[in-house]
């Protein structure tokens, strides 16, 4: 026969496991499964390898740009190597530098290079998806992990929980609060003196002084506009003086120009024979780049430059001839 005692506890022991299954239910089978996102095996297969690849692209046999992008080579090609272009390597960018897209060179010539970088890739297709775009940044911002590394994402079901926990707290709080009436009166009185503030505020009006800058940086030097005007637009198209074709082992792009043409001798065997430099500061007569763009007497010389375009107009001549007489300063 069942006591009333046996019977209360029995009722008790059945209210706290139906209490506990309840908790238990709502609690679910623990936090969902983490996602991961930013594989490297997973962009060699649908980024690389179907627009990288190509017949004299980036593969193991032509390495363009002395890059391989091939699966089990393209990591280490890529992950804080400086690239071979001049431009980008002068400006300090690496082709993927772990944890900042900006300073990735991939990224800059996937989206669109700027003059002297050379053509955006792939050269000669569609250019990638944005998606395709952002999955490699993403990777970037990870810190480019190697293959074989998932990078997961934050678990987003985590959070409704832990928010569910904080809104009970929340009513907690509520509480106490009608005890504090009395103190909002004393923070009214205190706020009061601080109108001394904006009397402080007066002193940044002092700051649009330092204007003059501006006024020094629009004269760009003759070099400069030689450059802009001369050498970007007539030089450095596809198979001639740029990163590609360095014709007669000259490149004109921006950033590297100077350096390949003054003090240096020509590489045209006669020119150099005679004494010539490319550019020869304070001396015209002996300045080979003259002698070109105004057009070779002696065909041992090759040919007018540039080669199979209009030539230069008698003030871009002009310009340049003055530069070289004027000491050839950049």
Not at 155 to 181: G, R
């Amino acid at each position: 026969m069942v006591t009333p005692r046996l019977r209360i506890a029995q009722l008790t022991r059945w209210t706290v496991l139906t209490a506990f299954a309840a908790l238990y239910g709502c609690a679910g089978a623990g936090p969902a499964p983490e996602e991961f996102s930013g594989e490297f095996d997973q962009m060699q297969v649908t980024i690389f390898n179907q627009n990288c690849l190509g017949g004299g692209c980036h593969n193991a046999q032509s390495q363009a740009g002395g890059l391989n992008l091939s699966a089990g080579a393209s990591y280490n090609a890529l992950v804080n190597v400086v690239p071979t272009n001049p431009v980008a390597a002068g400006m300090g960018l690496l082709r993927v530098q772990p944890s900042n897209p900006d300073n990735s060179f991939l990224l800059i010539k996937l989206t669109g290079p700027a003059a002297g970088e050379g053509s955006r890739m792939p050269q000669g297709m569609n250019p990638l998806p944005q998606s395709d775009i952002d999955e490699i940044r993403q990777w970037i911002l990870n810190g480019a992990p190697p293959p074989g590394t998932l990078v997961p994402t934050a678990p987003a079901t985590a959070t409704p929980t832990e928010s569910a926990v904080a809104t009970a707290t929340a009513i907690d709080t509520v509480t106490p609060t009608p005890v504090n009436t009395g103190t909002p009166t004393v923070t009214v009185t205190g706020t009061a003196p601080a109108t001394s503030t904006p009397s402080a505020t007066g002193t940044v009006t002092e700051t649009p002084s330092p204007s003059p800058t501006p006024s020094e940086t629009s004269t760009p030097s003759m070099f400069q506009q030689i450059q802009t005007t001369i050498f970007n637009p007539t030089c450095t198209t596809s198979f001639c003086h740029d990163v590609q074709g360095m014709s007669g082992g000259l490149v004109l792009v921006e950033g590297v120009s100077y350096g390949n043409l003054v003090g240096v001798p020509p590489s045209n065997a006669p020119a150099r024979a005679a004494g010539f430099l490319r550019v020869d500061p304070g001396n015209t007569e002996n300045s080979f780049l003259l002698l070109k763009v105004t057009g070779p007497m002696n065909p041992v010389y090759g040919l007018r430059m540039p080669s199979g375009m209009p030539p230069l107009s008698a003030d871009q001549i002009e310009l340049i001839s003055n530069w070289i007489a004027s000491g050839a300063a950049e």
